[in-house]
């Protein structure tokens, strides 16, 4: 099976431009009103930390490991990770896309970070940000992950962060939230889809860390997370009462 790689790049054109859309949002939040608009600009804060999401190239022009590998049937696995101590001096991390084999086209992109106590023996924690529509690079990057991005684009370490405790890996979910893409066809249209989506995104995932395999593992989100989180356990619970 042809296995396709797709990196993704930071380039300081890309960062101008997010600043440049992050300032006009910043100013038009101002003179929203309370209500359900408000839901739509909090998820237009994405676009400040948007460019984070991609791995990072240090300054010396090093550019990050791109690794392809092997796939159980019909699940292709694209990763992308990196050494570099840039991100905080986080170096235990990856990125990358999990091609769903029950989609036309689906790349479900996520970003891992291993425990800072324990990562052989710490849980799994999988996490969901709701909206619905918003992507999990915000509560990565701005509320519970290991490294802060702020304003002025500088990167603060999160000593609260989840990682204090547990492996986290950040989801974006359902297809075209945030970093993930697919065909048209692909459109979820309801919660249904998102269990049957999770389980296949975890089977490649698990792919690439199978020491992550029979840990404790939690499911968690926020907003509506809460739809999701309930969903996607439930369908977890039922595929793996099938196969006892």
């Not at 159980?72 to 101590?85: A, F, H, I, L, R």
């Not at 519970?144 to 989801?171: A, E, F, I, K």
């Not at 989506?197 to 992550?212: C, V, W």
Request: proline content about 6%; glycine content about 8%; hydrophobic content about 35%.
């Amino acid at each position: 099976m042809a296995l396709e790689t797709t990196p993704l790049r930071l380039r300081s054109t890309s960062l101008q431009y997010n600043l440049r859309i992050w300032r006009r949002e910043e100013a038009r939040k101002r003179d929203i009103k309370r209500g359900g608009i408000f839901i739509l600009a909090l998820c237009a804060i994405s676009l400040m930390v948007m460019f984070v999401a991609e791995p990072l190239v240090e300054d010396n022009g090093a550019e990050p490991q791109v690794q392809t590998h092997a796939a159980t049937e019909g699940v292709p696995v694209n990763m992308t990770s990196t050494d570099s101590e840039v991100f905080c001096g986080l170096t235990t991390q990856d990125s990358g896309y999990v091609k769903l084999p029950n989609k036309v086209d689906d790349h479900y992109f996520y970003w891992y970070f291993e425990s800072r106590s324990q990562p052989s023996t710490d849980p799994l924690v999988l996490w969901l940000t709701g909206g619905p529509g918003c992507s999990s690079m915000m509560a990565l990057l701005t509320e519970n992950g290991p490294c802060h991005v702020l304003p002025d684009l500088s990167t603060r370490l999160n000593p609260h962060s989840w990682t204090n405790q547990s492996n986290v890996v950040w989801l974006d979910q359902p297809t075209t939230v945030g970093f993930t893409y697919g065909d048209e066809r692909d459109a979820d249209n309801g919660e249904d889809n998102v269990g049957e989506n999770i389980y296949y995104f975890l089977q490649g995932f698990f792919e690439k860390h199978p020491e992550l395999a029979g840990r404790d593992f939690y499911i968690t989100g926020e907003s509506y997370g809460g739809h999701y989180v309930p969903v996607a356990a439930h369908y977890l619970w039922q595929k793996n009462k099938e196969q006892v």
